[in-house]
């Protein structure tokens, strides 16, 4: 499975999907779209919008948050086949 995450270092969304992957030891490649040229246009291009974090699994894109209700930490562990 390849698992890349769009972050930003200032955000704490970003940190808690961070930790959930670390968590379940699965490796992924950090994009920070502060620092990566191109990489806040890419988001926008992919899903209208610039809201992080972004994972994309397998070369689908996927919110693993919801505002108002924070990480989506049950989507997320069936989404990557994970028991919590």
């Known amino acids: 499975m390849q698992i890349t995450l769009y972050t930003a270092f200032w955000c704490p969304d970003c940190r808690i999907a961070k930790r959930f992957l670390d968590k379940h030891q699965l490796t992924y490649h950090e ?13 926008i291009r992919r899903t209208g919008k610039r809201a992080i974090p972004q994972l994309v699994i397998d070369g689908e894109w996927f919110q693993p948050y919801r505002p108002g209700e924070g990480f989506l930490y049950e989507e997320m562990s069936e989404r990557l086949g994970l028991t919590q």
């Open 31 to 43: 994009i920070d779209i502060e620092t990566t040229p191109g990489a806040a246009q890419e988001v």
